[in-house]
């Protein structure tokens, strides 16, 4: 009893130590299969972004508390959030007077790179007079700023890196409670709302790739006439998969019943997975990070009152949020002791009759 005992718990321990995703067969005392679904890895997630926790010096200068670049790909997780970037960079832009030190390329760059990050810079040019010449913006995904918080490098990758001159790159940042060295973006609290989308998104996609549906079973009870025809069979599903996997199927039972073989569907993913609830959810989270009225991105409303005067929320949006960042990117004038960002208000067309 213990012999048999003991032969069952190794057989389950077996069979418990297979890997995700692999096939289990059982050859003795018959033909069983069974499939084991391993969880879903996803490229990108928050964790993953958020693990730094600090900003730890390598010697030379301070790792940034986020990973830049997973941060600058999760900008593209949803279209809300790109599309609200782009918004502010827009506003700030038709509002900005160009001047012959910053130009308003120079200057469209330098606020896209404080909306997705935190951080601005401004490489400061000087002629041999040590006159400024023009200010150029440095990309801040790979800017690094020095243990002396006052030496700037431009690091692209191993051993492929520039140290700039001391005192000739502006650097602005967002305010951050947990260090002083780098910029956080204010849209860092939605990021998870950002990738739920996202991937909501990319279920759905591959939903209706596969046919509007999860899967199946294929449960057979007719007896096989050749157990060859069974194994053929099987391999034939395990290998239809991605594109072109719907193919037909021919099997030859003579003498079976009705229903010998049958198609159950695994679940009705239209019914369960609220994809629409999901949108619309995670759009509300962006859209209260990003502070943006929602009649300001193009957003149709779902309500016959709808989302009110877009006139109205453009004023107040200007007075609570575009003002504020114009006082913010002011600074770089008392950096330089030149006024070189200067704005014209926002003022909407008058309406028409």
């Known amino acids: 009893m213990s012999k048999n005992r003991n032969r069952r718990s190794q057989d389950l321990a077996a069979t418990t130590q297979a890997r995700e995703g692999e096939l289990l067969v059982k050859d003795q005392g018959g033909q069983s299969m069974a499939f084991t679904f391993g969880d879903p890895v996803p490229v990108l997630d928050g964790r993953e972004i958020l693990d730094y926790l600090e900003c730890w010096a390598n010697g030379r200068w301070y790792e940034p508390p986020v990973s830049l670049d997973g941060l600058a790909r999760s900008t593209k997780a949803s279209v809300y959030l790109q599309s609200g970037l782009n918004f502010k960079r827009n506003a ?34 000087d002629n041999m007079l040590r006159q400024a010449l023009g200010l150029k913006p440095c990309l801040a995904k790979y800017m690094r700023r020095g243990t002396d918080l006052v ?25 951050d409670i947990n260090q002083e060295v780098y910029g956080l973006p204010e849209w860092l609290a939605s990021l998870q709302s950002a990738l739920l ?9 591959k939903y209706y790739q596969n046919g509007s549906h999860a899967g199946f079973i294929l449960y057979m009870t007719d007896a ?7 194994t053929n069979l099987r391999d034939a599903m395990k290998s239809s998969k991605g594109p072109g996997n719907f193919r037909n199927l021919f099997m030859y039972a003579p003498g079976g ?4 073989m049958q198609l159950i569907p695994i679940s009705e993913v239209a019914a369960k997975d609220d ?10 989270d ?28 453009a004023q107040v949006w200007a007075l609570n949020e575009l003002e504020p960042v114009q006082a913010r990117l002011a600074q770089i004038n008392d950096w330089l002791g030149e006024e ?14």
């Open 340 to 353: 070189v960002v200067r704005f014209n208000p926002y003022e909407l067309p008058a309406a028409v009759n």
């Open 151 to 175: 030496t700037y490098y431009q690091v692209r990758g191993w051993k492929d890196e520039h140290e700039f001159k001391t005192g000739s790159v502006c650097h602005l940042r967002e305010a």
């Open 197 to 205: 989308n996202e991937s909501a998104t990319l279920f759905r996609r």
């Open 257 to 260: 019943k009705k229903d010998g």
């Open 275 to 284: 994809f629409a609830s999901i949108k619309n959810i995670s759009r509300d």
């Open 286 to 313: 962006l859209l209260a990070a990003l502070r943006i009225p929602p009649q300001l991105m193009g957003i149709v409303p779902q309500n016959a009152g709808g989302f009110g005067s877009i006139r109205d929320a």
């Open 92 to 125: 700030l832009a038709r509002t900005f007077i160009p001047h012959r030190l910053l130009s308003r390329a120079a200057f469209e760059q330098i606020v896209m790179d404080w909306g997705w990050c935190g951080n601005l810079y401004l490489e400061k040019r």
């Open 224 to 230: 096989a006439q050749n157990e060859d025809f069974v």
